[in-house]
């Protein structure tokens, strides 16, 4: 399974979001979802696998952490959209800034 088959799923986007915060139990990973223990543990399994995360035991508690290396793919893919996009926004943006000057009287 690639980085992109991983993150295309959406509750495993957003255990990845919430990740971003820093490290959280499994208890709290499933309270910020509103998903069932279970299903959380096997979306944090597909992430684990993927390497998107790690995990380390605290006491009784497994507390998992970001892991970003493997969303370099993920990167390396977007970069020609994001020049796509910038030019774009530039253009937004210059187009905006001509609205905004007085017109000559």
Do not use: C, K
Not at 29 to 34: H, I, N, R
């Amino acid at each position: 399974m690639t980085t992109f088959d991983v993150v295309a799923e959406p509750t495993r986007r957003r255990i990845l979001d919430l990740l971003l915060a820093g490290e959280l139990a499994v208890g709290d990973l499933v309270a910020g979802l509103a998903v069932s223990q279970p299903a959380v543990s096997r979306h944090l399994r597909v992430l684990r696998e993927a390497g998107l995360v790690s995990s380390r035991t605290e006491a009784q508690r497994r507390v998992y952490s970001i892991n970003p290396a493997p969303l370099a793919e993920v990167d390396a893919w977007l970069q020609p959209y994001r020049r796509l996009w910038a030019g774009r926004l530039d253009g937004l943006s210059a187009h905006l800034d001509a609205m905004d000057d007085p017109a000559p009287a």
